[in-house]
């Protein structure tokens, strides 16, 4: 059974930075993309960045270049989202979510690909 643990959320003033962790275990393959998103009060979720398990492959939306970095911890089957410069409307709740890679085709933000989602992190910034 796959499961996905996010932690690391909490509040933090505008202009401050925060790092998303999310703890991946049981996937069958070797294989798989984790993606982060969020989702703010009255908004539609929205993709952040993504990650392939294995060859470190990223993508980003190209909003969320500039101030959000995926990395991982193959060691510890954990990926990473560093937010920096965070501003009030950063606020949301932020979920990791999981699938397995097949195809050979990289990673896409895009939650209707996505199987296996995490409980979420609230992250609130103040201003």
């Known amino acids: 059974e796959v499961q996905l643990v996010e932690s690391g959320g909490g509040l933090v003033q505008a202009g401050g930075s925060l790092r998303l962790s999310c703890a991946a275990s049981g996937f069958t393959l070797d294989e798989y993309f984790i993606g982060w998103f969020r989702q703010a009060p009255g908004k539609e979720r929205e993709g952040i960045s993504c990650?392939?398990?294995?060859?470190?492959?990223?993508y980003y939306e190209d909003s969320m270049k500039e101030r959000f970095t995926i990395s991982r911890d193959n060691a510890n089957n954990t990926v990473y989202l560093q937010m920096s410069e965070l501003k009030p409307e950063d606020t949301a709740v932020y979920y990791c979510?999981?699938?397995?890679?097949?195809?050979?085709?990289?990673?896409?933000?895009?939650?209707?690909?996505?199987?296996?989602w995490g409980q979420g992190t609230q992250v609130t910034v103040s201003s």
């Open positions: 990650i392939h398990s294995t060859d470190g492959n990223t």
């Open positions: 979510a999981g699938v397995e890679a097949v195809g050979g085709f990289g990673c896409v933000v895009d939650s209707d690909l996505y199987d296996y």
